[in-house]
C-alpha cells in the first residue's frame, strides 16, 4: 500500500507522534510506503512531499510541532482537488490519505471523502472540541502547560494580595479553561459557553477578602464574553500601522475588575505557549494510538472515518459524525468546577 | 449530612485532591459536615479523626500523598468492623463513609457495605488495574515520572552505545510500563502479562546496532518475569542482617543482557519517586470529580457503588463488580505498542 | 537574640527558603527568637508580626511567594523609622532586622543602618541587577520558566513559518532576556542597554529564511527599547475605564516586524509567571545560604551589610556598595549571546 | 583555523551545547572550519571524524548526551598519541584541539599540551569536582533531576511515616548530595567527604518522630560511606552470572537504619536519569559561554589552558591547576546544610 500523510491547521503537540506511529505500522508491519506531504493539502496540490522512513521519523516522537509543517487552505483550492482526486491518487500511487488535522482539516477530509477518495482522518485540535472523540492529543500538554502557570500565579497573588485573570486558548469551547481551572484551583472559570457577570466575579473576590484569603485567580477561556450589558463596549483601537486592534477578555476584565473592586488585578495571556513544545506522556501515547489505527482502518478499507477514543478504545467514526457539531462543555461538567472554587 | 472520608493502602498523587474535592461540595453546597480520619481504616476503629472544613483543604490541591495519612489493616479488624458498623456509624454520627483507596480497600469497603454499612467508595491506584473504570488518579502522574526518565535516558544511552533498562511500577499489571514505554518511546517492553524471552530482547538490540541505532531502552514493569527456562533462576542472596533479598527484575535483565551480548547493560530502578509528589493536571481533575461525584452519590443514597470514569462521565458503578477482577493489559494494546518499537 | 525579618518589594521564588533558613539556623544553633512582620516594613510600622519556630516555616522551602506577604512603603514613613529606630527595636525587643528585598528595600535597609539600627540585608530580585553579588535568588526561576516557554515557542514557531516575540521581565537590566535567550537558542536578543534597530531583527529573520530557516525567535526584555527614529511613535491609547495604556515592546515590535516582512509575527508576553511558583534547585540552595550567612552576620555584629554571593562563597558586603549602581549586562556578555543567534 | 572538538568521558548535559557553541562563534565570528571527532579521543586516533557546519548543529542546544559519540581510553594509546601529535595535527591540519571532558579527559589534554599540542580544554562533570571552576556544566541538571525526586519522595514518605534514602551521584565529591540535599530540604547529608556514623541519623530520625514529624529523608552520595565499625562489612554477593555485586551505600544505608530503628527505610536509587536529558537553563548558558571561550583562547593562543567560571566571568586556567586536586565539599558548606535539617 502507498499511504499519504499530512498535517494541516494549528500547531498542536503530538502531530510528530502520529507521523512516527503511521511511518512505523505501515512500514514496519504492512511493508507499506509512507510519504509525508509538506505544508498540509498545499504540499498535496503542489507536488511536495517526500518518503518517510524509520530514520526520517527516529527522534520526533517527543518533539512539538510537525516534521512536515503545516498550512492552512482556501476552500476554493479544496474543492478543486475532490473534482481531481483520482488524478491526485494515480499521479502520487497513493491508496489513502490520512490527513492530521482540526475541525477544518477534517472537513476538508470529509468532502474528499465524499468525493470518493481513500481518506482516513485523525483528529487533532489543543481544543478538545472535536465531537465523536472523548478526548484529543494535544489538549493534555496545553492544560499541563497551563495548569503549571497557574500555579506558579496562585503564590504570587498571594504574595501580593492580588486578583490574577490568566486568559487561556479556546474561542469556541472553553475545555482547556475549564481543566486547567479545575487543576489549578482557580477561583473562577469563565467559559464561552456561559456568558460572565463581573458582579459574580466580584462577589467571589470580595467574600475570599472578607474570609481572610486575600487573593484570587480567574481563568478565562479567550472566547469567553460578558452577559450582554454587564461590561463597557471595547472599542478597538488603531494602532500605530493602521490596524484596528481588540484587548483581549483577559486584559479587559482585569481592567474590569480593578475598577470595581479597587484592588489590583492583573491579566496573564498565556498564548502561544499552550500548543507548542514537548507533549505530555498521555499525548505521545493517544497520538501513536491514532496512528496505528489510521494504518489499519486503511488496510481494512475504511475510508471516510476518523479515528476517535471512546473509553479506553481507539475506534473508527464516520467523518460526518465527526465535524457535524462542536464539542462544547456542557452544564454538569460547569457544575463539577464551581464547587471547588 | 455527616461524612467520613478515609485513605488507605499505597500513596497515590490525586488523595489530597479527592478529599478537597469531597469536603468543597460537601460543606459548599450541600451544607454538610465532613471527617477525615487518620491513617485510614485505623482511624476509624481507633477513634482518630479531625472536622474538615474549608481552611483544613486549602493549598492541598496539588501536593502529593494524604494529609489523613494512610495505613494497611489486617483482614480480622475489617470483619469486625463490618460487624459493628452501626455501632461505628452512629458512634461518630456518620451517615455515609467515604473510603479512598486500592483493591484492598474497595474489597473492603465492599464487605462493610454488604454488612449494611453506607459506604461510597473512591478508586485509586497509580497501577491503573481496577476494573469498571477507564483510568484511576495517580496512574498518569506514575506514568509522565517514568517517561521523563526515559525521555533522560536515551539521550545517555545513544552516546553510550548501551542499553538501558528501566524498571517501572506494576505488580500484577503491566499498564505503566505500557505507557511509559510508549510514551517514551522504549524499544522493548516487558508486561507481567506476558512472559518475555530474553532473546528477543537480544535480537531487537542486535537488530537496531545492525542497522546504526547503537542503543536501547527496555521498559520492564517489575511484575514482568522471564518464560520457564528462558533465565536462571535467580537465588535470594542472604544480607548483612539475615534477610533474603532478591534483585529486581530490572537489575537481573539488565545483567542477563550483558552477558549474552557483550553489551553494556544498565539497570535503572524508578521506584517510589514514581507514587509521590504533585500529581498531574489530569490526575487533579479527576481525582476533583470523583470527589464530587462521591458526594452526590452519598446523598442520592447510591451506597455499596465506587466512582468510575466511563468515557468523558463519571459514573457510579457497585462495588461487587469492581473488586472481582485485575485489569491486565489486553494483547491488542500490547500490539499497538510493539509497532512503534 | 532577637530576630525580626521581613519580606518587601516584588514577589520572589526563594523568599520562603530565607525565612526558613533564617528561622532554623537562628532557633537550632544559636537558641535566638525569631518574628516575622508581615506585608514588609509596614507590618514593622504598624505592629503586624508573629512568632516564627520550627513548624511554622515547615513545607514552605519550595513554595513560591511569602509566608509573611510584602508591601511596598513611601519614603516619608521610611525616614519616619530612621528617625524613631530606637523605639522600634526596644518596642519588639529586636537585637537585629534582617529586611529581604530588591534596591528598594535595600535603600531602606541602608537609610536605617545608617541611622543606627542593627540591620543585615538579604539581596533578592528576579532581575539580577543588584551589584555586588554574583546572582541574586529568583533569577535562575525566572530564566529557567522563559527558557521553557522559548523552548515550547519555538515549535510552534519553525511548524508555521512564523517569528515569535517574547516579552520576558527586565525593567532596567536584560539580564533574563540574555540567559533565557541563550538558553532557549533564541535568534535575537533586545536588552534595555542596547536601543536596537527594528531593522537588523529584519535582516536576521530574512537572512534565516533565505538559507531554509523559516522562522525565529526574539526575545526582548520588557525595558528593551528601539533607537531613537527606527520605530513609530506608540500613543498610549486610552482605554474603557479612562486609562492610558500602552502596547508593551513586546507587541510593538511584532506588529513592527509583521508590518516590514510580511511574514506572520507573534507576540508572547510571560508576565507574572516568571516570578511565582516553586523556585529551582539552584535559587533554594542560594536563598536557603544567604539565610544562614545574614544570621551569622547578625551574630558577628556585622551590622550595614548584605549577603552577596561573590564565585562559590557567600561574603558580606556593605549596604552602600550594594545599592549604588545598578548591575547592567555588559557588552562582552551580549556579544557571547550574539555569536549562537 | 581548522578546530578539532571531542567529547569524551561519561555523558553530561550540556556537552551539545558546547559543541554548538564552538561551531557557531568559529564559523559565524571568525571563519573558521569545525571538524568534531567520532567517540572522543578513538576518533581522533583511528580518524573517524565529520565537519560541523551550523545544520549539523541546530537544534542541539536542549538535547542531552553528545552527537559526537563518547568513550574511554587506555592510557597507552594516550601516551602514543602525545608522542605523535605533530602527526596527527598535521594529518588533520589541525590548528587547534578541544576536547570537552572530565578529569581523565582534561589529564589527557595536559598530556598532549605538555607534548608540545595546541589544546584548548573544557571541564565537564555532573560532579562538578574540577578545581578552579567555580562550577561545571552537568551539575546544575544533576541536581535538578536529584531534586525533583527528593520533592516527590517526601510526601509519599509523610503518608507512610517512611524514612527514604535517596542515594545520588558522587563517587568522590559530594556536591549533588549536598545541593540537591539543601534544595529538597533532606533531614540528613552524607557525603564521602566526611565519613557518616548510622547512629547519628537514627537519632534524628528519633528526633523527629518524637515531635510529631512522622517521616525523614536522607540524601546519600553514591560514594559516602559510614565511619569504621559502624555498619557491618558489607560481602560482595555472587550474582547467578558468576559477578560479585555489590548493594550500593544507599539500600545497605536503608536496611541498616529499618534494622536499627523498627521503622520503614526505603532506598531510592537515582543512577543514570541524573546525567541525561534535558539540561537547565544554567547549565545551555555556561556550557555556551564555554564554548565561547575556548574558540577565542584558540584564537589568541592561549593553549594549554581551559576554560573557568570564575564569579561571573569566564576565565582561562592553566591544565595543570585544573587537575591537580579533586574539589572537595568543605567543611563550611557541610554546616550551612546542616543548620537547616
Chains 1, 2, 3, 4 share one sequence.
Not at 487533532?124 to 502557570?149: C, L, M, P, Q
Not at 505557549?273 to 496505528?292: C, E, K, N, S
Not at 486503511?298 to 473509553?311: D, E, Q, S, V, Y
Request: aromatic content about 6%; hydrophobic content about 45%; proline content about 4%.
Amino acid at each position: 500500500m502507498r499511504i499519504g500523510v499530512l498535517t494541516a491547521g494549528g500547531d498542536c503537540p503530538g502531530l510528530n507522534a502520529v507521523i512516527r506511529s503511521v511511518t512505523h505500522r505501515a512500514l514496519t508491519y504492512h511493508g507499506d510506503e509512507v510519504i509525508g506531504f509538506e505544508d498540509g493539502f498545499k504540499g498535496l496540490l503542489e507536488g511536495r512531499y517526500r518518503p518517510l522512513d524509520l530514520n526520517s521519523v527516529s527522534g520526533i516522537l517527543a518533539r512539538g510541532g510537525t516534521i512536515l509543517g503545516s498550512s492552512r487552505l482556501e476552500r476554493a483550492r479544496l474543492h478543486e482537488a475532490a473534482d481531481n482526486w483520482r488524478t491526485i491518487c494515480s499521479g502520487y500511487g497513493l491508496d489513502v490519505l490520512i490527513p492530521i488535522g482540526g475541525e477544518g482539516t477534517l472537513t476538508a477530509a470529509r468532502l474528499l471523502a465524499e468525493a470518493g477518495m481513500p481518506v482516513v482522518g485523525v483528529p487533532k485540535t489543543i481544543d478538545n472540541d472535536i465531537s465523536a472523540t472523548d478526548r484529543t492529543f494535544g489538549f493534555d500538554t496545553a492544560v499541563t502547560v497551563a495548569t503549571e502557570a497557574i500555579d506558579r500565579l496562585k503564590t504570587t497573588a498571594e504574595s501580593h494580595q492580588r486578583v490574577m485573570v490568566v486568559e487561556v486558548m479556546g474561542r469556541h469551547a472553553g475545555w482547556i479553561a475549564l481543566e486547567s481551572g479545575m487543576a489549578g484551583g482557580a477561583h473562577g472559570i469563565c467559559l464561552p459557553e456561559r456568558p460572565f457577570d463581573p458582579a459574580d466575579l466580584v462577589a467571589m473576590v470580595e467574600e475570599r477578602f472578607a474570609r481572610g484569603k486575600k487573593f484570587a485567580v480567574i481563568c478565562v477561556a479567550e472566547g469567553a464574553h460578558p452577559a450582554e450589558g454587564t461590561m463597557p463596549y471595547a472599542h478597538g483601537e488603531i494602532d500605530a500601522y493602521g490596524h484596528e486592534r481588540f484587548a483581549g477578555i483577559g486584559a479587559r476584565l482585569a481592567a474590569e475588575l480593578e475598577q470595581r473592586m479597587g484592588k489590583e488585578a492583573r491579566p496573564v495571556i498565556l498564548g502561544h505557549v499552550q500548543r507548542g513544545g514537548v507533549p505530555t506522556a498521555y499525548d505521545r501515547v493517544l497520538a501513536t494510538r491514532f496512528g496505528w489505527h489510521a494504518v489499519e482502518a486503511a488496510h481494512k478499507g475504511a475510508f471516510g472515518c476518523m479515528t476517535a477514543l471512546r473509553g479506553t478504545a481507539v475506534d473508527l467514526v464516520p467523518l460526518a459524525d465527526a465535524v457535524m457539531v462542536l464539542k462544547r462543555v456542557p452544564e454538569d461538567r460547569m457544575q463539577e468546577a464551581e464547587s471547588v472554587f
